[in-house]
């Protein structure tokens, strides 16, 4: 399963320091390595290499509810941020907000990341507020 994670609108110094740590506590609790995909620098560009966005590439099923609840502390600790989750779900999109989950919709979302091919994609939206 790969996961994409990423700012949804423009990246700022601040968010990308928040998207670094947050890269870390996932390599942490997760136990896989992620790469952190970078704006390139550009001449005169303020914001060049500002951190974008996570990857994780082939991260097992076993991880995603590790995954989840790393995103769920992570965004209890920045008030600033919201994370909606998208799963593709037999050709239907499907987005949960975390902060409105409660535990039947999180084991409802965990069901959903768990039927979909090994070689699916989650994708994780960061949300200014």
């Known amino acids: 399963m790969d996961v994409r994670i990423s700012f949804e609108g423009a990246t700022t110094e601040d968010d990308s320091y928040h998207l670094k740590n947050l890269?870390?506590?996932?390599?942490?609790?997760?136990?896989?390595?992620v790469s952190i995909e970078t704006r390139e620098a550009e001449v005169g560009i303020r914001d060049g290499g500002l951190a974008i966005g996570i990857a994780i590439a082939s991260l097992v099923l076993t991880g995603i509810q590790t995954l989840v609840?790393?995103?769920?502390?992570?965004?209890?600790?920045?008030?600033?941020?919201?994370?909606?989750?998208?799963?593709d779900a037999n050709?239907?999109?499907k987005?949960?907000?975390?902060?409105?989950l409660s535990l039947k919709e999180i084991q409802s979302?965990?069901?959903?990341?768990?039927?979909?091919?090994?070689?699916?994609?989650?994708?994780v939206k960061i949300l200014k507020q």
């Open 23 to 33: 890269a870390r506590l996932i390599e942490e609790e997760c136990d896989c390595s």
């Open 69 to 87: 609840s790393v995103l769920q502390y992570w965004e209890s600790q920045q008030s600033q941020y919201s994370i909606s989750i998208t799963v």
């Open 109 to 123: 979302l965990l069901s959903e990341i768990n039927s979909q091919p090994h070689h699916g994609t989650v994708s």
């Open 95 to 100: 987005r949960f907000l975390m902060k409105n």
């Open 91 to 93: 050709g239907q999109q």
